[in-house]
């Protein structure tokens, strides 16, 4: 059972492990990050766009044919008066949106042109600067996944290589994207796991990951449970000392050690300078480490796992999975053997 | 060296252990829960009817000669009815019947009921409705941007809930059950416990420098552990 959880814990790291660390990485940015920067707005000011008095009479509303609106805005773009007729829309303003323009004066059909939306762009701008294109782009528009209306971009000759992005439904400024805004915007694609422009969070792959994410948290906590239970998460302040009879088969010598309590006896024994061969560094899963102990010494789920049962019956048992308070007499087989330093 | 790996591994996550499992727990759930249920959409009706322009007897001219300075003019609807909705010079805001010309009065109990009834898309009863108009009862939920809105909640286990604005008639802003929850996963998400609301703290930082150290030792571990078995590295 207990092996099934480091298993998991293994596997689902090597899943999902370069994943979770671009989650913590992103996750420290977020927290270091300027914010203001970051929104993209560090030179963004406002647009003034009404004008104090009308030139001519508005058009009465009733005078004019259109489709059924659910909306009607007197909307000034620059000095001038319009009227915004929303026939469909959504909650949010970056949903589709069907509208509308009519001049308030004549009633004629507007558009906002590419003459309105890069005088717009450069007032929005804070400093002077040159247009280097100005373009009516459709969605799916790379920089803002989420916009699903026709936006004009207008990209500027600053030192952050700003765009513009002016809703062509209503004139008004969307955002300005510049280096700063894209790093912003690259670490919440890397957080959202974004990776196929979906705009948002709600995707298959990041609730996959998220779930295995959990199961490999939980599957870590498991194993913190286990390693307390066995007295080897412990502050040991008060530090016992175990007295140990070592005999060393390779080297046919005989060592009596002091070793620290509220270790496993693989640390102990690591401490003395008795390296016991290991590729898991403690974890009981390669079984590497195996010593002979009193067979009547309690047997751990790793030590069932991983050594036979004529082994275990001879007293064989995981160095790792056992502290250095439970034996006092061992059998090792030594992969290097320093000389140990603590003699009695 | 991976004996010492694997010990501070253990160690760093016996202290910031339980933080991955919330990160994860809350993580799940923001992603699982679709955003747009979660604002509440699913609680108010979209489809309006189109506004009934040839009642709008009140022109714009006419808004505009009586409230000189009035702006964000809208045409609009309240229960079905056309109405203007504008920031007038003293920037209060203003309701005018678009039939008449007539200055509305603020939303009284009786019409926020109505409106809510008739916004909301499943049957429950209200449970209560208040009036909140001053900063000392605004609910942590609610910008004070808003105020004064009527606060109706719904007779229902996830406690719907809409404010609507006492000046406009709109729905400004909902809550339900699983958005609250959602904003307590976010809390502990960014571990801000104050007010929920600084990405910036420094208990965030912390907390996310050790986990990205632990996080490491841990990938190295794997590493060895799949791709280097038969290494004897144990010190």
Known sequence: MFKLNKSLHKWLSLLVGLQLIIWLATGLYFNLMDHKKGSGNANLRPVAHTAGNLNAPLLPLKSLEFAPAKQVKLLWVLGHPYYQITHQSGIHSYQAKQVTLLDAYTGQKATINETLARTIALKSFKGSVNIIS???????????????????????SDTENTNVYIDSNSGRVIAHINDDRRLRDLMFTLHFMDYFGTGGFNHWLIILFAIATLLLSMTGVTWLIERFKAGQLSFAFKSNKQRIKVIELAQQQTHELELK????????????????????GGGGTCGLCKVRCNENTQMTDADKA????????????????????????IEVRSRTFNKPKNKP | MIRTIRKYHKWLMAFIGVQFLIWSITGLYMVTMDIHYIHGESLQRQNQHPIAVNQVNYSLSDLH????????????????????????KDHTQRLIDAKTGQLLPLIDKLQALKIAKHQYTSGDAIASVQLIDNQSQLPSELASRH?????????????????????????VTKRHFFWRLFDWMWRFHIMDYDDGENVANWFLLLIALLGTLAALFGATLTYQRVFKPNSQGAN
């Open chain 1, 134 to 156: 100005a373009n009516l782009l459709q969605p799916p528009i790379a920089e803002l996944p989420k916009h699903e209306n026709p936006l004009w971009q207008v990209k500027l």
């Open chain 1, 261 to 280: 309590t509220g270790i496993s006896l693989f640390d102990g024994l690591a401490a003395a300078g008795i390296a016991l061969p290991s590729n898991c």
């Open chain 1, 306 to 329: 991983n050594l036979s049962n004529s082994k275990l019956e001879q007293g064989y048992r995981l160095a790792c999975q056992h502290n250095t308070a439970e034996v006092t007499e």
């Open chain 2, 65 to 88: 000669s009586e409230y000189p300075g009035a702006h964000q003019v809208t045409l609009t609807q309240l229960m079905a009815e056309p109405v203007y909705h504008f920031i007038d």
């Open chain 2, 147 to 171: 105020l004064p809105v009527w606060q109706v909640v719904f007779d229902n286990v996830w406690a719907p809930t809409f404010y609507i604005s006492q000046n406009s008639g709109d729905i």
